[in-house]
């Protein structure tokens, strides 16, 4: 059974950094690209950033683009989200997302972990 569980959200001011990660268990995650979505109250959940199987190709939302870092450590079998420079507007429960191929749709994910709550306050 695959399970994905976030970690790391929390409160911080505006301009500040956190972290997420996403472990995985039940599945060899490097066969797999990792995305990062987030959804916002009254929202539609959203693309923020995603990491092919490698780690080699990694893509961002333009709004996150220059902020946000996806990584992966395949021998933790771990995906991260290093978040900085926050706004307000990056407030949201993230969820990680495992895909058979990088992708920006939340259709063409296939595994999803809980959330993590991610409150920037100004």
């Known amino acids: 059974q695959v399970q994905l569980v976030e970690s790391g959200g929390g409160l911080v001011q505006a301009g500040g950094s956190l972290r997420l990660s996403c472990v995985a268990s039940g599945v060899t995650l490097s066969k797999y690209a990792m995305g990062w979505f987030r959804q916002a109250p009254g929202k539609e959940r959203e693309f923020v950033g995603a990491?092919?199987?490698?780690?080699?190709?990694?893509d961002y939302a333009d709004s996150v683009k220059g902020r946000f870092t996806v990584s992966r450590d395949n021998s933790k079998n771990t995906v991260y989200l290093q978040m900085n420079s926050l706004k307000p507007e990056d407030t949201a429960v993230y969820y990680c997302?495992?895909?058979?191929?990088?992708?920006?749709?939340?259709?063409?994910?296939?595994?999803w972990g809980q959330g993590t709550q991610v409150t920037v306050s100004s």
């Open positions: 990491v092919s199987g490698s780690g080699l190709i990694t």
């Open positions: 997302a495992a895909s058979r191929t990088i992708h920006r749709m939340v259709s063409r994910y296939d595994y």
